[in-house]
Nanobody, 124 residues
Framework: VQLQASGGGLVQAGGSLNLSCAAS????????LAWFRQAPGKERNFVAAIRWSGGSTYYADSVKGRFTVSRDGAENTMYLQMNNLNAEDTAVYFC??????????????????WGQGTLVTVSS
């Protein structure tokens, strides 16, 4: 699976962005999907995930109530709607995929496929 993240950019605090992660080479059928982010000089952190089975969604505490993860099976794409952005959201955002598993969704080591990242910059 090849993943292509897009939709990043420069936005003012309080604004919104919608990231997309498009898959090619293989369908995302029976794959769990997730977003991670890495701020300058910091480690990569979990942001949000959506399981294949049941479509359950999961969020980091820092983005709950502001971000929404979703997927479109027909378009083989995952989205991350980000609202009420603040400067702490500035980071490179990566999408990831794995064959469905019961393993924790928030740990990057359990994902097999990664996109190249898209930069989100929030100005205060």
């Amino acid at each position: 699976v090849q993943l292509q993240a897009s939709g990043g950019g420069l936005v003012q605090a309080g604004g919104s962005l919608n990231l997309s992660c498009a898959a090619s080479g293989r369908t995302l059928f029976r794959h769990d999907l997730a977003w991670f982010r890495q701020a300058p000089g910091k480690e990569r952190n979990f942001v949000a995930a959506i399981r294949w089975s049941g479509g359950s969604t999961y969020y980091a505490d820092s983005v709950k109530g502001r971000f929404t993860v979703s997927r479109d099976g027909a378009e083989n794409t995952m989205y991350l709607q980000m609202n009420n952005l603040n400067a702490e959201d500035t980071a490179v955002y990566f999408c990831a995929a794995r064959t469905q598993t019961l393993r924790a969704v928030s740990q990057g080591r359990w994902y097999d496929y990664w996109g190249q990242g898209t930069l989100v910059t929030v100005s205060s």
